[in-house]
C-alpha cells in the first residue's frame, strides 16, 4: 500500500515543476546527470524521490534516495526535497550557505536569519524563501490537476480569468511606477501580459467573455492587497509582487502552457498566450538578470526592510494558494 496518496504525490510533482524548475536542474546535475539540459520531479514514495532528466536526445528517470531516510508524513516530503537540493548546491559548488543540519526547523526560519546577513545574495534570500511557502492544500491539488493534464478545460479557464483579475491590479500598480529609478529596471515592456490574457479569454470564452467572468473572493483580496501597496509607494512590496507572479509564469507557466495545449488540443499558441515570453529571448538569460536587479535592490534596503519585503513575499504565495482553494470549492459546488 503506498504511503502517499495521489494527490499529494500531484501536489508536490506541480509544486516542484511549477516553482523550481531550476532546482530541478541543479539536482539532476549533481546526481548523476551532469549534462542535463531538462529535468523535472516525476514522483515520489517513502523511500525516495524520481527526476525525469533530457541529456542530449535521450531522456531517464534518476532516483534519488530521502537523506534521512525512510518517510511517513507529508511535511517531511518538503524537508528531504530542501535537504536534496542543498546536497545538490554543495556537490556542484553553488553556495547556498547551507549547514549540513538535518533537522526540521522551518527554511523561512533559517531564511530570515540569512535575510541580515551581507554575504548573502538578497535574490537568494528570497528564492530560499519560498521553499517553505506553498502549504499543502486543496488548492495545491486543483493546481496539480492541471499540471497532469487530468484538469477540465472549465478548470484551465477558471485559472485564467483569475490570472486576468490579478494582472490587472498587478499592471496597473506597475505602469504608476515604472519610472521610479528602483522600480524600473525589473519592470520590462515584455513581461506585460494584459493583451495575451485578453486574446486567451476570447478566445476560450467568446467575445463577450468580460460579461461572462468574475474574481474568486481570495482573487479579489489579492488584487486588493497589490493595489494597498501601489497607495503606500511601498517599491519593496511591489517588487514582491512583481517577482512572485511574473517569475513564476514565466518559469514553471512553460510547462502549464505545453501540456494544456496538448490535452486540448489548442493550436498555434492560441489559448496559452498567456505564457509566451518569446519576447524576452532566453529566459534564463532573463531571469539571471531579474535576481542580478534584486541583489543590487537589496543593497539598498536595511535589515529590516529586507524582512519586510521577504514577508510580502511570502504573504503573495499564500495569497496564490488561497486563490487555488477558492477555486476547487467552486468547483466542488458547482
Request: charged share 30%.
Amino acid at each position: 500500500m503506498a504511503i502517499f496518496d495521489d494527490q499529494t504525490v500531484a501536489a508536490v510533482v506541480a509544486h516542484m515543476d511549477e516553482d523550481h524548475e531550476e532546482d530541478n536542474l541543479i539536482i539532476a546535475r549533481a546526481f548523476g546527470a551532469p549534462g542535463a539540459v531538462r529535468s523535472e520531479f516525476v514522483n515520489l514514495d517513502d523511500t525516495a524521490g524520481y527526476w525525469r532528466v533530457t541529456e542530449g536526445d535521450s531522456t531517464r528517470e534518476i532516483k534519488i534516495d530521502w537523506p534521512s531516510g525512510k518517510i511517513t508524513e507529508r511535511p517531511e516530503i518538503r524537508r528531504e526535497v530542501v535537504f536534496v537540493f542543498r546536497e545538490a548546491c554543495k556537490r556542484l559548488g553553488i553556495d547556498m550557505h547551507a549547514d549540513g543540519n538535518h533537522d526540521s526547523e522551518p527554511v523561512a526560519a533559517k531564511t530570515a536569519e540569512s535575510a541580515q546577513s551581507a554575504e548573502t545574495p538578497f535574490a537568494q534570500v528570497i528564492r530560499e524563501g519560498s521553499w517553505n511557502d506553498h502549504e499543502d492544500s486543496e488548492g495545491a491539488d486543483f493546481m496539480a490537476s492541471i499540471m497532469r493534464g487530468t484538469a477540465s478545460l472549465d478548470d484551465y479557464i477558471q485559472l485564467v480569468v483569475q490570472h486576468y483579475f490579478m494582472y490587472v491590479a498587478l499592471e496597473e500598480v506597475s505602469r504608476q511606477f515604472a519610472s521610479d529609478e528602483s522600480f524600473a529596471p525589473f519592470h520590462s515592456a515584455d513581461l506585460l501580459r494584459m493583451k495575451y490574457l485578453k486574446a486567451d479569454l476570447e478566445f476560450l470564452i467568446g467575445p463577450d467573455w468580460r460579461d461572462k467572468i468574475s474574481a474568486q473572493p481570495a482573487t479579489v483580496a489579492y488584487a486588493n492587497r497589490i493595489k494597498e501597496v501601489g497607495e503606500e509607494a511601498w517599491i519593496p512590496g511591489l517588487v514582491a509582487h512583481h517577482y512572485t507572479r511574473y517569475l513564476g509564469d514565466l518559469s514553471g507557466g512553460q510547462m502549464i502552457a505545453k501540456r494544456v495545449a496538448k490535452q486540448h488540443s489548442f493550436e498555434d499558441g492560441k489559448g496559452v498566450e498567456f505564457y509566451n515570453f518569446e519576447s524576452l529571448g532566453s529566459l534564463n538569460g532573463f531571469k539571471d538578470r531579474y535576481r542580478d536587479e534584486l541583489n543590487r535592490f537589496g543593497e539598498t534596503l536595511d535589515d529590516a526592510e529586507k524582512q519586510k519585503m521577504l514577508a510580502e513575499v511570502r504573504a503573495a504565495y499564500r495569497f496564490n494558494t488561497e486563490v487555488f482553494i477558492d477555486m476547487a470549492r467552486a468547483k466542488a459546488t458547482a
